[in-house]
């Protein structure tokens, strides 16, 4: 398969304008209107090149609120949460363009070709999306299935064992202090002190992106990735070095991002080599992940994710032929407790997927010719007639079915706006606008009312926009989904950390497409669904 194109590739001014483009901006999924493309345009025009302290008002962006758009994601309908940044885009356009400038650029590039080390495989970088997506990220995906899972296929041709671990908290615990000993590789062959300006800046603006906090980086897009990436690439380099020193020999690794995989022949050195490794990410403030550590001697097996492990080893519950369960009920059952056994698995968007695409196939309209008897003049005759019929939702209400999708959602945040798709087709079918309205209500209350619950609102707000703009109200609070309903009023990010003059005519208004929010129905439709259809279309 041929490699990912990964952004070192690119010139600056090129890479400087994929980190300006929406979908880079938001690194997670948000419904198909959302669009902040506008936005990064007026400040790139509004900023230029004009000096960071020089747009500053008599306050700095580290001692304020709310300077951020912020979401914590409840993972398990309890406790457990997930932090989502949508970066302030002024602060976010100051830190691409420190990234991104033509010497800091240079400089950068010439980091990463000392990360890259022999032995070594690093693959997280951010790699070049084609033009159109078949789904979210799937240029992203396919450069790790590649370069991750099948080349540690690949690997158990030569090598007996494996050390698999990952960093706990990885992007929270990065130390800002980290990123100016990653740009001199210090302590490294390569040390140098020519980058000290530019690791300054960088964490500057990323303290700013941290409300002054001295730990930590953002999630949430492609350019806090691609930093978090030279911090790991550098513990590479010194991995790399304190492994030569030693004179260790005979092992391969592969990382991405915070995930390791090491291979090796000789038990006793693999597992020095853990610890090296150990060393290495502790000086750096990392700290291994002690409950998935462990060595492996089933390296085929192991180098399979286990949600999608268990996908296969279940076959055929469901395959591209059909499914074993009579029933969408049964079929919902077995996502949940695939859900319970691997949370927030990426596997639940597929299985999720793949229900949607039955559902849908099954609720598909379809014609059927009657025969009657008719009398006119000429006597009785037979007549035909043709009728469009539509099946229901079988095996079990759509109320009942709507209750397992949302306990999903509810259990699995990063899949949860998946079964909500399979909850609005469902609903969709009914022809009782009354109870359609009543399932949807209990839906809401389910899913926004607990904690931390704005990522829901937002796709909930997909399925009931029709509904809410001819009542002109909406029951969701969360500042993204009120400028769907038009108003502006309470900004998004807080910019009173910048001269006014820069921030009065923020385009708040674009970032809801107006004119992709004309063909949103109560069915969600996803981004790249939508524009790979339309790129099917246009190929006619």
Known sequence: MKAAKNILSLKSDEVFEF????????????????????????????????????CLSDVRPDDLENVNLEMLLNKDGHYAVRPLTLANPFLYYFLAREVCCPKGWEAIQKCFAAYKVPHLTSCALPVVPEKVESFFKSATILNWWNVMEQRSIELSLEYRYMFMTDITNCYGCINPQSIEWALSCKHTKHENTENQKLAENLQKYLRALQHGHNIGIPQGSALFDFVGEIVLGYSDLLLHEALQREKLKGYEIIRYRDDYRIFCNDKDTLEKISYMLQGVLESLNFRMNSQKTKISDSIVIDSIKPDKLFYIYNTPVFNKRGSDFDSFEKHLLYILMFGRQHPNAGQLKTLLSDLDRRIEKWLKPYEVITMHLGFDKKGGDAKKKKETRRRPVKGGTVRALTAVATQIALENVTASHYALRVISRMVDSLDDLREKQDIIDKVFAKLCKQHNSEYNQLWLQNITYTRDKKRKKTPYTLRLCKLVMGDSSEPLWNNGWLRPEYTRSLPYDSIVNQETLKKVTPVIMFRETRA?????????
């Open 19 to 54: 980190f300006l483009k929406s979908e880079q901006f938001h690194g997670f999924e948000l419904p198909e209107y959302f669009d902040f493309d506008n936005v990064l345009a007026y400040v790139k025009a509004t900023i230029g090149n004009k000096d960071y302290e020089d």
């Open 532 to 540: 790979y259809n339309d790129s099917l279309y246009a190929d006619d």
